[in-house]
Nanobody, 116 residues
Framework: QVQLVESGGGLVQPGGSLRLSCAVS????????WGWYRQAPGKERELVAT???????NIADSVKGRCTISRDNAKKTGYLQMNSLKPEDTAVYYC??????????WGKGTLVTVSS
């Protein structure tokens, strides 16, 4: 059974930084892509960033220049570094992986609150 566990969320002041982590466990042969999504209260889930197995990234315009996505394949861990955080970045952040067999998995999310 594949499980994703996010960590690193919390309360941060505007302008601050956070690094989210996503640890994947279970029987996994290949991870084709990692993704971070977020859902703010009353809004739909939206893409934040993705990175493929080959390192190609896709970053949402709303966070471009402030967020970096990376992964450590050996550790089966993905990361989202977020800088210059704004109140509008407040949301539950979800990790997503797509495996080599096409299966799609989600974590339960970690809450990021940006407030003074």
């Amino acid at each position: 059974q594949v499980q994703l566990v996010e960590s690193g969320g919390g309360l941060v002041q505007p302008g601050g930084s956070l690094r989210l982590s996503c640890a994947v466990s279970g029987s996994i042969f290949l991870i084709n892509s990692w993704g971070w999504y977020r859902q703010a209260p009353g809004k739909e889930r939206e893409l934040v960033a993705t990175i493929t197995r080959t390192g190609s990234t896709n970053i949402a315009d709303s966070v471009k220049g402030r967020c970096t996505i990376s992964r450590d394949n050996a550790k089966k861990t993905g990361y989202l570094q977020m800088n210059s955080l704004k109140p509008e970045d407040t949301a539950v952040y979800y990790c997503n992986v797509i495996l080599g067999n096409g299966m799609n998995y989600w974590g339960k999310g970690t809450l990021v609150t940006v407030s003074s």
